[in-house]
């Protein structure tokens, strides 16, 4: 059964701060891995996705890695800014690759 | 636009009524999705549906039913509600499905129904 974890699970930074969030799955047959954002009481942007033939994938000010031996993904924020505040939740499919199991997320605070 | 709207956004009922949500998407996507999210803001897939094939997760009771009238709506049906069932139901969508070996469109999800059963 495909299983995700997220350390840390709160993270407070100065603005400015080059921060990295991190994501850990149990089973590494995986095709994608998708990051979001989830702002309080909204749903769920998507930030990323990184399919399995790919290392990396950048949008601005965000690099996500994808290392699939060893079931990790890290999620980089370069110069982090009070709006990137939000938690942070890494996915990917499950044992039967229908559906997306979900880390219990990173709560970000960037603080100006 | 929106792209996945759900209705709606704040629902507050008592125990044993039953109630319904609606999502719509707009982004002509193949496939849609319900998600629980609870107090300790744990996603959980419930349903996913595409077309003719409907996938439901097993921990989830038969008193939560999946209804789509066509392609662009899941609507959720809940009977019988009860206090366990407070939290926060999100509908989301996908070009495909998602198979082993086949590129996965990003998940799009909706801003989410508060539900509070008292």
């Known amino acids: 059964k495909q299983e995700v974890t997220q350390i840390p699970a709160a993270l407070s930074v100065p603005e400015g701060e080059n921060l990295v969030l991190n994501c850990s799955f149990t089973d590494s047959a995986i095709y994608n891995l998708q990051w979001f954002r989830q702002d309080p009481g909204k749903g769920l942007t998507s930030l990323l996705l990184?399919?399995?033939?790919?290392r990396e994938q950048t949008s601005g000010r965000l690099n996500a890695s994808l290392d699939k031996s060893s079931g990790r993904s890290t999620l980089y924020i370069a110069a982090s800014q009070p709006g990137d505040s939000a938690t942070y939740l890494c996915a990917v499919p499950d044992n039967y690759g229908q559906n997306f199991v979900f880390g219990p997320g990173t709560r970000l605070s960037v603080l100006p | 636009d929106t792209a996945v709207s759900q209705t709606p956004k704040y629902l507050v009922t008592q125990m044993g009524n039953d109630k319904s949500i609606k999502c719509e998407q707009n982004l002509g996507h193949d496939t849609m999705y319900w998600y629980k999210q609870d107090s300790k803001k744990f996603l959980k897939i419930m349903f996913s549906?595409?077309?003719?094939?409907?996938?439901i997760n097993e921990t989830v009771p038969n008193r939560f039913s999946p209804k789509s009238p066509d392609k662009a709506h899941l609507n959720l049906h809940i009977n019988s509600l009860e206090l366990g069932d407070s939290a926060v139901y999100f509908c989301?969508?996908?070009?495909?499905?998602?198979?082993?070996?086949?590129?996965?469109?990003?998940?799009?999800f909706g801003n989410g129904t508060r539900l509070t059963v008292t």
């Open positions: 549906y595409n077309n003719k094939e409907l996938i």
């Open positions: 989301a969508s996908s070009q495909d499905f998602g198979r082993r070996g086949r590129k996965s469109s990003p998940l799009h």
């Open positions: 990184i399919q399995s033939s790919q």
